[in-house]
């Protein structure tokens, strides 16, 4: 069974940095893997994906600050985030699209529990 599980989550001040991982058990294959944030009341934002060669996507809001990332191997995937803003409060999950080589798909299937990330100013 797939199974996606994400950790690293916590609180930084403005600034700050934090870095997420996301460990995928279960399936092992070619899959799009991404990064999405959602805070109450809002649309959920995806933040940045990365294909199964290790091609990565930004949205605008975060790029030049994070760095999207797997290791096959180690069946992981992480997500290095620098110079955090209070707008960076989100609920952080990780997400997986089967056999989506390219991610230009977008049918993420399996999502992960989700981890906290608050920045305070």
């Known amino acids: 069974q797939v199974k996606l599980v994400e950790s690293g989550g916590g609180s930084v001040q403005a600034g700050g940095t934090l870095s997420l991982s996301c460990s995928d058990s279960?399936?092992?294959?070619?899959?799009?893997m991404g990064w999405f944030r959602q805070v109450p009341g809002k649309e959920r934002e995806e933040v940045a994906t990365v294909s199964t060669t290790g091609f990565p996507k930004y949205s605008d809001s975060v790029k030049a600050r994070f760095t999207i990332a797997r290791d096959n191997a180690k069946h992981t995937l992480t997500l290095e985030m620098n110079s955090l803003e209070p707008e960076d409060t989100a609920m952080y999950y990780c997400a997986a699209d089967l056999l989506d080589l390219y991610c230009n798909r977008g049918d993420y299937s399996y999502w992960g529990q989700g981890t906290q990330v608050n920045v305070s100013s």
């Open positions: 279960g399936y092992y294959g070619n899959m799009c």
